[in-house]
């Protein structure tokens, strides 16, 4: 054991882009760190878990940038690269100021399993929250099953759709029960409810998942019924590909969750800086509206209004534009082209029109199905 | 809008390959690419649009450059040398190179690239000052290359992602483009003349039922009629409150009989659709008025239909009532019938969604629509005309208000499901 570390607290710096994870192949660890003095020499002191010294990186900078990158290897010539021996490790910083040195202790930097599968794969799930509306060729059911067909061309799908004779005991997520407050004589219990959302974490953890479509209600810290915390707590990897359709989704902590980290969008330099493959969170700033209210009955079923085509539509056209089958453009053309194309839904504000709230973190050029294999990073 | 779906046949993919290759051609000609001129032979893949409403598809040849044909254009170009198209982290080394183009020349090459295909300033926006984003740095070298973005000022969103924008990769070293993408409406070109037609899989949208919901059950004729005489003078006191422009006392001879439902369910109570002879429609439900729209409301609804979406010249005319005139008009509606006593989130501010410009022409409405805590669906909304000031619809959500439910009358007439 090493002797104790003394701390001083210093808000002469910070890390405005911290990764928490190290690079994915086990290769290297990266610090960008910036201080408020310029022109001086710095020193990163790395230890592991249990408060060993393993490492001392040092330099000088001219601007208050501090790049520093460890290659995992101590002291000793011992390479720390593997993740159930070394989960994780802790740095101090110090700035040799001219008022004096400067220290602070980073966040900690976490080593992930090397565990890409060899293609990774989709979970689809959605909220059984539109069941009482009216929608053009029942495409709000359609849109999310083109995901879910696109996705097997791309490394197939995680999810569990109870047809007659099949169980859903262990629950289900395709669709998850929703306990409708409007509709109280349509019971969903709460152990029904406890059971889809074990169901959807055990998928949402499973390693071979990477990639994620959700269509339901949500907010800052929640998709559906489950929190931010609770999926940040199961799932242990690191996804490609995350789109949450649901109120409030790019306003919280779900894009740390998938390991994601947003806000900011980045070109292929800084993944290749942090040794992690790229990766696109998309969410919705603020709430999102997906149908029309008013009084409609066919033929003696009360509905509660319609969903507008435009709404489905969008995932039409993203998948249309983002297939590289088909036009094979990056999310985010892919995304804009798509809500581009859709007409105005009369009666709605400008910002309520599909995609109009989605907001991107991550890397703009994701392509359907690039990173997703294992060979494809390093 | 809505696509059919078209069955992709070789004869048709060949037809729309040979209908786009002189586009690409072309394109490659304008922009000075590097490559042979682009021939069918050259062609490594094709991937042809399914949808009938984009004629196109995705060419890759046989040296990796890929051209993607939409809206009677190329609008997306990409070499093996672009940067912000590149999938293999590994050879992001082979673009490190000196920074030879400033930045200035680099927005030139762009601009005189896109009018070189033909695209005017005003198309895309080209006479506004582009965000560059400068050769990026990366392992201390630098990625010889900047991308040019024009963004159409119209179309920010809440989200942050411009709907319009061309982008244009450039290389810094040499100043050959090696991305060019074009994100619009705007400069949509006419589609190329396709004379195969191939079997459609699946045609335009039909509007059906989600899911299951609630079957609600006929109640007899006898108690339907006895049932609408009691309601008539909440339906005439609904249209005096809310100030609709109906002459009142409304009797049974007003009523469109051949259209009139009424159904019953046990949680539901009962629920009647009513339509007057004047195509004015009115829904009751929870015992009252829960929807009014008027025969020329956006809103209106058909008999036993959903909501279809109808023609937008439908509703164009002057703007000659300001936004302040109809909320008024709303407000003073929902206050003569109580409902801000009984759903306080009727006393704020609705969110307006003022009249649209379509073209040169406004389509004349204004809606206001109260959402709840998550959005999903209205608590209430109103329409008003933008010329003439009157209320053309009105919906008070009672499923989302369960407040507001009141006792219908009393029928001294048994239900009689049998007699229908």
């Known amino acids: 054991m090493s002797d104790p570390v003394t701390i001083t607290v210093s808000n002469a710096i910070y890390y405005p882009q911290w ?47 501090i790049e520093a990158d460890w290659n995992l290897i101590d002291t000793n010539s011992v390479a720390h690269t593997n993740a159930d021996v070394d989960a994780e490790f802790n740095a101090f910083v110090t700035v040799e100021a001219l008022a004096g040195p400067a220290t602070k202790k980073t966040p900690k930097q976490k080593q992930l399993k ?61 669709p998850l029960r929703y306990a409708n407050p409007k509709y109280t004589n349509e019971v969903v219990t709460t152990a029904q409810i406890l059971k889809d959302n074990a169901l959807l974490k055990s998928m949402l953890a499973d390693t071979n998942s990477r990639n994620f479509f959700y269509r339901g209600h949500g907010g800052a810290q929640q998709i559906g019924y489950v929190s931010a915390n609770e999926l940040a707590k199961v799932i242990k990897h690191r996804y490609r590909f995350v789109l949450l359709q649901a109120c409030n989704t790019a306003d919280g902590d779900l894009d740390k969750a998938f390991q994601i980290n947003g806000p900011g969008e980045y070109d292929l330099s800084y993944y290749q800086k942090h040794g992690h493959r790229p990766a696109t969170f998309l969410g919705n700033h603020g709430l999102s509206a997906f149908a029309r209210g008013g009084a409609e009955v066919i033929n003696g079923v009360p509905y509660d209004g319609r969903i507008p085509w435009q709404v489905p539509y969008l995932y039409y056209n993203f998948l249309f534009y983002w297939d590289a089958d088909l ?7 892919a995304m804009a082209q798509a809500s581009l194309d859709l007409p105005a839904i009369t009666g709605w504000s400008y910002e309520d029109h599909p995609g109009r709230r989605l907001r991107l973190f991550g890397y703009p050029y994701l392509h359907i199905d690039e990173f997703n294999h294992q060979a494809d990073w390093p | 809008m809505p696509f059919e779906l078209l069955q992709i046949t070789a004869q048709y993919s060949n037809a729309v390959l040979v209908a786009i290759m002189p586009y690409v051609s072309d394109f490659a000609k304008k922009l000075e690419l590097p490559i042979p001129p682009p021939t069918i032979a050259q062609v490594a893949r094709f991937g042809c649009s399914p949808r009938a409403d984009h004629v196109g598809g995705r060419i890759i040849l046989t040296n990796g450059h890929s051209f993607t044909f939409d809206g009677g254009a190329v609008v997306l170009y990409r070499s093996p040398q672009s940067y912000y198209s590149l999938q293999e982290p590994e050879r992001v080394s082979e673009f490190y190179g000196p920074v030879k183009v400033k930045k200035a020349k680099a927005i030139q090459i762009a601009h005189q690239a896109l009018s070189k295909l033909g695209y005017t300033d005003d198309e895309l926006y080209l006479d506004r000052t582009p965000k560059v984003k400068p050769p990026p740095r990366s392992q201390g070298k630098r990625v010889a290359r900047y991308l040019i973005e024009w963004i159409d000022p119209e179309s920010a969103t809440l989200g942050g992602m411009p709907l319009g924008r061309v982008s244009v990769e450039v290389d810094a070293s040499t100043g050959q483009i090696h991305m060019l993408g074009i994100q619009t409406k705007k400069a949509q070109r006419p589609n190329p003349k396709i004379d195969v037609h191939p079997p459609v899989i699946s045609g335009p949208p039909k509007s059906q039922s989600v899911g299951g919901g609630i079957q609600m059950h006929h109640v007899g004729k006898a108690y339907e009629h006895a049932f609408l005489t009691a309601i008539l003078p909440q339906v005439s006191d609904f249209i005096a ?29 009962t629920l009647v659709v009513l339509y007057l002879k004047t195509g004015d429609r009115f829904v009751y439900r929870h015992g009252q008025v829960i929807e009014f729209d008027a025969a020329d409301a956006e809103r209106w609804v058909a008999p036993n239909s959903p909501h279809e979406d109808k023609p937008p010249e439908k509703f164009y005319g002057p703007v000659k009532v300001s936004e302040k005139e109809a909320l008024a008009v709303v407000m003073k509606a929902i206050k003569q019938l109580d409902y801000p006593t009984q759903i306080p989130a009727l006393k704020k501010r609705p969110e307006i969604v003022p009249p649209r410009k379509d073209g040169t022409n406004y389509f004349a409405r204004y809606y206001f629509n109260w ?4 959005k999903g669906i209205q608590i209430a909304v109103a329409e008003v005309d933008a010329t003439t000031g009157k209320l053309k619809s009105l919906y008070i959500n009672d499923r989302a208000n369960p407040q507001i439910w009141r006792s219908p009358p009393k029928i001294d007439v048994p239900m009689n499901p049998a007699t229908n």
């Not at chain 1, 083109?146 to 395709?174: C, S, V």
């Open chain 1, 19 to 65: 990764e928490e994870a190290v690079g994915e192949a086990a290769t290297n660890a990266t610090f960008f760190l910036k201080t408020v003095f310029a022109d001086v020499d710095w020193q990163i002191d790395i230890y592991d878990a249990n408060s060993n010294f393993l490492q001392r990186l040092t330099g000088h900078t001219d601007d208050g940038l």
């Open chain 2, 241 to 269: 409150k809310a100030g609709v422009d109906i002459k009142t006392p409304i009797v049974t001879n007003d009523v469109d009989m051949p259209h009139y439902e009424c159904w019953w369910e046990k949680n539901e109570g």
């Open chain 1, 114 to 174: 090397n565990d890409w599968p060899a293609h990774g794969m989709w979970t689809i799930a959605y909220l059984d929250y539109f069941k009482h509306f009216y929608s053009d060729n029942n495409d709000m059911q359609g849109h999310i099953n083109t995901f879910a067909i696109t996705a097997a061309k791309y490394g197939g799908y995680l999810l569990w759709y109870p047809q007659p004779g099949d169980t859903n005991d262990i629950g289900q997520t395709y």
């Open chain 1, 327 to 333: 036009m094979g453009w990056d999310v985010y053309f």
């Open chain 2, 371 to 374: 959402w709840p805590a998550d």
